[in-house]
């Protein structure tokens, strides 16, 4: 079975603070991704990694960066939290089409 | 902008109905149509996916159904359970791409 852990399940931040969020996944997957989930909004895509050291801006980047230094592991940065950044995080894993799931951070920054 | 559009936000069903989610899409180069399953506290999991080759999918109790000329698909839950009340997205993508887009999601209710 696939697994993608991530490092938190919730997360209280205060505004202003630099957020790390991590993300493993198991299964030796090239790609990776960081969505964040709000509702009425679906799922929207922030970053992603195609393979180690290699990024790509999603749809919703702004405000965050990402690094992938080894396989496995995938992480989010949010420099400077504000409060429009409390969310649901989730991160993914892919093969061959199909989007392996973590069980998410639920971020609120106060 | 939204490159796919879900509809309804939310429907409620009495157990043994059948809730009825649809998608639409304006790329016309999407060839891969996932459906995806969230429980509460979980992330989501790959549910069922279509490719339009072909008009119709079913995986036990959920049914694909596919619209290639009018870009639009929907999920059939067939004989709903109250197991089955989850949030549901549907989502497009090319398949040698990386990115799939996401529908904004439907919460169904099976009531008991």
């Given amino acids: 079975d696939v697994k993608v852990t991530q490092s938190s399940r919730y997360l209280v931040k205060r505004t202003g603070e630099k957020v790390f969020l991590e993300c493993v996944q198991d299964m030796d997957h090239e790609n990776m991704f960081w969505y964040r989930q709000d509702p009425g909004l679906g799922l929207r895509l922030i970053y992603f990694s195609y393979d180690v050291k290699m990024k790509e801006k999603g749809d919703i980047p702004e405000g965050y960066s990402v690094s992938r230094e080894k396989k496995e592991r995938f992480s989010l940065i949010l420099e400077s939290a504000s409060t429009n950044q409390t969310s649901m995080y989730l991160c993914a894993s892919r093969r061959i089409g199909t989007q392996y799931f973590g069980p998410g951070t639920r971020l609120l920054v106060l | ?112």
């Avoid at chain 2, 939204?2 to 639409?24: D, E, F, M, T, W």
């Avoid at chain 2, 549910?47 to 698909?73: H, M, W, Y």
Wanted: aromatic share 12%.
């Fill in chain 2, 1 to 112: 902008q939204q490159q796919v559009k879900q509809s309804p936000q939310s429907l409620i069903v009495q157990k043994g109905g059948i809730p009825i989610i649809n998608c639409a899409y304006e790329n016309t180069a999407f060839d891969y149509f996932p459906w995806y399953q969230q429980f509460p506290g979980k992330g989501p999991a790959l549910l069922i996916a279509i490719r339009p080759d072909v008009s119709e999918k079913k995986e036990g109790r959920f049914t694909i159904s596919f619209n290639k000329s009018a870009k639009q698909f929907s999920l059939h839950i067939m004989d709903s359970q109250p197991g089955d009340s989850a949030t549901y997205f549907c989502a497009a993508s090319k398949e040698d791409d990386y990115k799939l887009s996401f529908g904004a999601g439907t919460t169904v209710t099976v009531r008991a």
